[in-house]
């Protein structure tokens, strides 16, 4: 596509729900990056897939987060049991490159945990 | 542990130039990052700088001191439209490992 897409924009969910947040990278690109911005605070790496490579998971805050990077493209974050200071907006990203050129940002999931 | 530090606001009017300063303290370097980031909107690409010197694209330039961790970026000409956050950002090991963020400067243009 033209750019990262990201669905939904908006979601609201209650406490202890579950939720999966989708992005979808520009064609081509071999690294995609999730990372969530809460008020205030700077972009927090969440996890990132390069190629056919393990995924480096450091970022994840608990067991309840979990990202899967299928066929190399599509790539799905979820979250088990909600809490409500899960509440953010997830970002991701993509590279062609491993990153040498900056990534390009989808505009975002914004989460509201009530 | 990793830190990277920016000031949170800073103001400036339209015609001006602004100076935003970024000092790091990483692991590692292998490259320093701008991003613009409007509100409620996606961070935008500005700048990369891996070595040290001053790296200048239309009104905006980029200026890096790997031995003093630091960076500024300089804007001129400001216009209303640069109201935004300004995002530095470290990539603290070889190319391919994740981006860490400062807390970004929230820059307030004003006529």
């Known amino acids: 596509g033209a750019g990262v897409s990201q669905s939904p924009s908006n979601k609201v969910t209650e406490k202890g729900k579950d939720v999966e947040l989708r992005c979808d990278p520009i064609?081509?690109?071999?690294?995609l990056y999730w990372y969530r911005q809460s008020l205030g605070q700077g972009l927090e790496f969440l996890i990132y897939?390069?190629?056919?490579?393990?995924?480096?998971k450091s970022g994840l805050p608990s067991d309840r987060f979990s990202a899967e990077r299928t066929g190399g493209s599509v790539s799905t974050l979820t979250i088990q049991r909600t809490q409500q200071e899960d509440s953010a907006v997830y970002l991701c990203?993509?590279?062609?490159?491993?990153?040498?050129?900056?990534?390009?940002f989808g505009s975002g999931t914004r989460l509201t945990v009530v | 542990g990793q830190n990277i530090d920016q000031p949170t606001e800073m103001t400036a009017t339209e015609g001006a130039i602004v100076q935003i300063n970024c000092t790091y303290q990483?692991?590692?370097?292998?490259?320093l990052f701008w991003y613009q980031q409007h509100a409620g909107e996606a961070p935008t690409f500005l700048s990369y700088?891996?070595?040290?010197g001053l790296e200048e694209k239309g009104r905006f330039s980029s200026f890096l001191s790997r031995s003093k961790g630091y960076s500024y970026l300089l804007l001129k000409e400001l216009q209303m439209k640069d109201s935004a956050s300004y995002l530095c950002?470290?990539?603290?090991?070889?190319?391919?490992?994740?981006?860490?963020f400062g807390k970004g400067t929230t820059l307030s243009v004003s006529s």
């Open positions: 990203a993509s590279s062609p490159d491993r990153g040498r050129n900056g990534y390009t």
């Open positions: 064609s081509g690109h071999t690294a």
């Open positions: 897939f390069q190629g056919n490579s393990a995924p480096d």
């Open positions: 990483t692991s590692g370097f292998n490259g």
């Open positions: 700088n891996v070595l040290d």
């Open positions: 950002a470290v990539r603290p090991n070889q190319a391919g490992t994740a981006l860490i």
